[in-house]
């Protein structure tokens, strides 16, 4: 059988599709990760649901697609406020980084994220729901047929990556939230509202798996389930691209989504799940500052 | 709460006394103690409550496990479940496909369990900070998803008709039987759990919890002991997994592995508090029993633990164990210093 690159190509670009969701999500975990020195395991769940508000909104609300995407990643955003303010602020205020605070932190998140999963749960049911969303024919590449659903996500990811680069480093707010990252106490000193701003990092990144949640529901089916998972290959793409690098996350989510697809073309399709897994052990191994390089160091 | 603990306190100054004579002394009275458990238990006519024992001091041995990375080392690892599920399956595997007695197939699955962890410590302690809980979130799920589409792994039915071990013409194939195995692994299990946390190595292990830096410049390989705790928590989850494997019925399935699984024995160690053998070991038999007492209200289940267990970080990081320590511990050492002091006046 002659090599089709045809499918190879369309294997690749479907990798790169559902690999910038995977960036998205891991875009929220290096803002967390990079802006509060927290890895935040219970993002899958706020991934997860943010594709139920959005289900919500559209579906049973009759709200316009792009509209329920909006109020889905407000909502969500909300939420991850919540949930920072009541529970993390706590154990962040304690120290955060890797010290015995920071662990606690960890097992936090572990915990947080199975409860999110039950109140899901308890919400909405265990089946999967489909989202159907009718946006028309797909596109066509020659042989390859890509449904609109797919060329949709990849045009929102670009314009919200856009906005989020534009609010970081052209806005007022944007300088804040930046210095709060480098250093809490001197931005404090400089007049900034710190807790507002480890607010609104979260809120921000929480709103990003949002997104990211309502873009993949007409993709696939949306489920409680689907968080886990999503923060596996979240945490893989981070990784990849380097723990804490904004742009690293973007590239290692296009990664990951590419090398899962392959790897499901050409070696198993059922061990699809676990690619990214290796992937991460492979980069861990080999380079394990990601990509682009974050120097990875002990805070003293 | 005073009045609470009084009887322990007795127990407790009672084995003190025995360490007296030689450390293993109050192990083997312990252990002694603890034989005819079995025989109490079946006075209630029901072989339910000596099964359940044995789950709770199988999942005392991953506790005590995962206690020597976590508590004493200070790294996190969340995907021990996967661990367990490696021991399980590499000791099943051998003993239905190439017929090794249990007594070959269980070290062999510590053996490939260690392995295992080597392969995913040794590119995580390298580095700083999260990683290695990065990467044993992976590898818990994945694993799972391993046996779940893979056939020769038990795939959707599971692996069945294990065969329990047996010594001659002995064999352990009834839950009080396979009690006294159980129950002698979990105590060596704390046993060297103890002899760890007292030797170079746990004070190495405690050291890198408390500072990093501080230890790498007292001559500690932070790396090496790293991987080491990592290493020394995989054996004792391998040895809980064939232990788990091989307990009649003999049937284990992916469904063992979940999730909540994995968090009922985060649980177990947040709850006995972190870094406290014991506690650890008082964690794993009061959630074991809360989980199986509550296994009906299974769609809740997640959701209480989990929050438990935020509550627990939030509000009483240290767990049991420190309560432990504040009213048996503190109160002996404020009563040696009277003491002391009376003499000196």
Redesign the interface.
């Known amino acids: 059988m002659d090599f089709d690159f045809t499918s190879l190509f369309a294997f690749i670009l479907f990798g790169l599709t559902i690999g910038v969701v995977y960036g998205i999500v891991a875009l929220g975990i290096s803002l967390i990760y990079s802006g509060l020195d927290i890895?935040h395991?219970a993002h899958g769940e706020i991934y997860m649901f943010g594709a139920f508000f959005g289900l919500v909104f559209s579906e049973h609300m009759g709200v316009p697609y792009p509209l329920a995407i909006l109020s889905a990643m407000v909502c969500t955003g909300l939420l991850g406020i919540v949930i920072e303010r009541v529970?993390y602020r706590?154990?962040t205020r304690a120290g955060g980084?890797?010290t015995?605070a920071?662990?606690?932190m960890?097992?936090?998140g572990?915990?947080?994220?199975?409860?999110l999963?039950?109140?899901a749960?308890?919400s909405w049911g265990a089946d999967a729901e489909p989202f159907p969303v009718d946006l028309g024919e797909p596109f066509q590449f020659g042989d390859i047929s890509l449904p609109k659903s797919y060329g949709l996500t990849a045009v929102i990811a670009l314009l919200l990556m856009a906005v989020l680069h534009f609010f970081l480093k052209k806005t007022k707010i944007g300088l804040a939230v930046r210095a709060v990252a480098a250093n809490k106490d001197i931005a404090f000193l400089m007049g900034i509202n710190v807790p507002l701003m480890i607010s609104l990092i979260f809120g921000l990144a929480c709103a990003l798996a949002a997104a990211a949640g309502v873009l993949i529901g007409p993709m696939q089916s949306v489920q409680v389930e689907m968080g886990?998972?999503m923060?596996?290959k979240a945490?893989?793409a981070a990784?990849v691209g380097g723990?804490g690098s904004l742009p690293g996350a973007i590239v290692g989510g296009l990664l990951v989504g590419i090398f899962e697809n392959l790897g499901a073309a050409y070696i198993s399709p059922?061990?699809k799940?676990?690619y990214?897994?290796l992937l991460?052990?492979l980069v861990?191994?080999v380079r394990?500052s990601g990509l682009f390089g974050v120097e990875?160091?002990?805070k003293? | 709460m005073n009045l609470l603990l009084a009887p322990f306190r007795g127990l407790v100054d009672f084995f003190q006394a025995l360490a007296r004579i030689h450390r293993i002394v109050p192990w083997l009275v312990a252990y002694v103690f603890l034989l005819p458990l079995p025989e109490i238990l079946s006075a209630t006519g029901n072989d339910y409550y000596i099964y359940l024992t044995n789950r709770i001091l199988i999942f005392i041995l991953l506790s005590v496990g995962l206690n020597i990375v976590?508590g004493f080392c200070?790294q996190?690892t969340?995907g021990h479940i996967g661990l367990y599920a490696i021991g399980a399956v590499t000791s099943s595997l051998l003993a239905i496909n190439y017929g090794w007695p249990f007594w070959a197939a269980m070290p062999a699955a510590v053996v490939v369990t260690g392995l295992a962890g080597i392969?995913?410590g040794?590119?995580?302690v390298?580095?700083?900070?999260?990683?290695l809980?990065?990467?044993t979130?992976?590898?818990g799920?994945?694993v799972r998803?391993?046996i779940a589409?893979?056939p020769a792994l038990g795939s959707s039915t599971g692996i069945m008709l294990i065969p329990p071990p047996q010594v001659g013409s002995f064999v352990f194939d009834d839950f009080q039987k396979y009690y006294y195995l159980v129950m002698t692994a979990a105590m060596i299990g704390i046993y060297l759990s103890f002899s760890i946390l007292r030797s170079a190595t746990g004070r190495a292990f405690m050291a890198i919890?408390e500072d990093?830096?501080a230890a790498s410049v007292h001559g500690i390989n932070v790396p090496a002991n790293k991987l080491l705790a990592f290493v020394i928590s995989a054996l004792y989850a391998g040895a809980a997994g064939a232990l788990f494997a091989h307990m009649p019925p003999g049937f284990i399935h992916h469904n063992n592995f979940t999730?909540?699984e994995m968090?009922t024995l985060?649980?177990m160690v947040?709850m006995g508090g972190?870094g406290h053998i014991w506690g650890g070991v008082i964690g794993a038999i009061i959630v074991y029993i809360i989980y199986d007492n509550t296994l009906e209200f299974y769609?809740?289940?997640?959701?209480t633990?989990?929050?438990?267990?935020?509550l627990l970080?939030?509000f009483m990081?240290q767990g049991i164990g420190g309560v432990i320590d504040r009213y048996l511990v503190t109160k002996r050492f404020v009563k040696l210093r009277e003491e002391k002091s009376d003499g000196a006046a």
Do not use: W
């Not at chain 2, 769609?299 to 959701?303: A, N, R, V, W």
């Open positions: 890895v395991f529970f706590r154990l980084g890797y015995v920071g662990m606690g960890i097992i936090c572990f915990g947080m994220s199975v409860v999963q039950n109140i749960y308890l886990y998972l923060l596996m945490f893989a990784v723990f059922n061990h799940d676990i990214a897994f991460l052990i861990l191994m394990p990875v160091r002990v003293a | 976590k200070g996190v969340v392969i995913i040794l590119p995580s390298r580095l700083e900070g999260a990683y809980a990065l990467a979130l992976g590898l799920e994945s998803i391993m589409v893979t919890r990093v830096i999730i909540i968090v985060l649980l947040v972190i769609h809740i289940q997640p959701l633990f989990g929050l438990i267990m935020v970080v939030v990081p």
